[in-house]
């Protein structure tokens, strides 16, 4: 049981590329969430879907676009990279949304933008 | 503005004896609150949650104590293992939302000396 697996698991760029994070869970979860964690701070969410289909913003939107066309995959995209954004990012899924629920989250993805 | 704050960046503790690491939060909608283990080079996985309507949970080795009054939570860990040597992410999450709105802390690195 894979659980939530992130690919890639290291990436440098040059500002200005663009590139795109991938997420897959193999636990049927309805819900998924992307997470940033830089140096003195914790995680903070940066966008979420509540299913299939759907995408909301989370606490630290701004430079990164999602997209979650099947429901195990949850896509996030960096359209023109700034060294802002070097920074481990992290999957999440959970099978619901209320408070306290566990959520299972994947290795995590060193990106450095140059 | 740190709704949920972890003072000790680090803590060390002999092997075998208690350790407690601390949290402390400002939001008063708080309800929820979970605390999370990270090993270096993984995600975050689940260790224990408590909910405000209890001052305390206890799940073999850890324990969780909730002082609503002095918006103060503790995590106990007996004994201390080797294995426990980890970083641990206190989290919360007001009434009526799930993590989409948790909130982290900083993170407290604890090491246990054999």
């Known amino acids: ?114 | 503005d740190q709704q949920v704050k972890q003072n000790s960046p680090s803590l060390s503790v002999q092997e075998g004896r208690i350790s407690i690491l601390n949290c402390d939060y400002t939001n008063s909608m708080f309800d929820y609150f979970l605390w999370y283990k990270k090993y270096p080079a993984e995600g975050p996985t689940f260790l224990i949650s408590i909910s405000s309507i209890k001052d305390k949970n206890e799940d073999g080795r850890f324990t969780v104590f909730l002082n609503k009054s002095a918006k103060h939570l503790s995590l106990h860990i007996v004994p201390s293992q080797p294995g426990d040597s980890a970083v641990y992410f206190c989290a919360a999450s007001a009434r009526n939302f799930g993590n989409e709105k948790l909130t982290f802390g900083t993170g407290t690195r604890l090491t246990i000396i054999p």
């Open chain 1, 1 to 114: 049981n894979a659980g939530v697996t992130q690919t890639p698991k290291f990436r440098v760029l040059k500002t200005g590329q663009s590139m795109t994070l991938l997420c897959a869970q193999d636990m049927n979860h309805e819900y998924m969430y992307w997470y940033r964690q830089d140096p003195g701070m914790g995680l903070r969410l940066i966008h979420y879907s509540v299913g299939e289909g759907t995408t909301a913003k989370g606490e630290v939107p701004d430079g990164y676009n999602v997209s979650r066309l099947k429901k195990q995959n949850f896509l996030l995209g960096l359209e023109s990279a700034a060294p802002s954004q070097t920074s481990v990012y992290f999957c999440a899924s959970s099978y619901s949304r209320g408070p306290g629920t566990e959520a299972f989250f994947g290795q995590g993805t060193r990106l450095t933008v140059v």
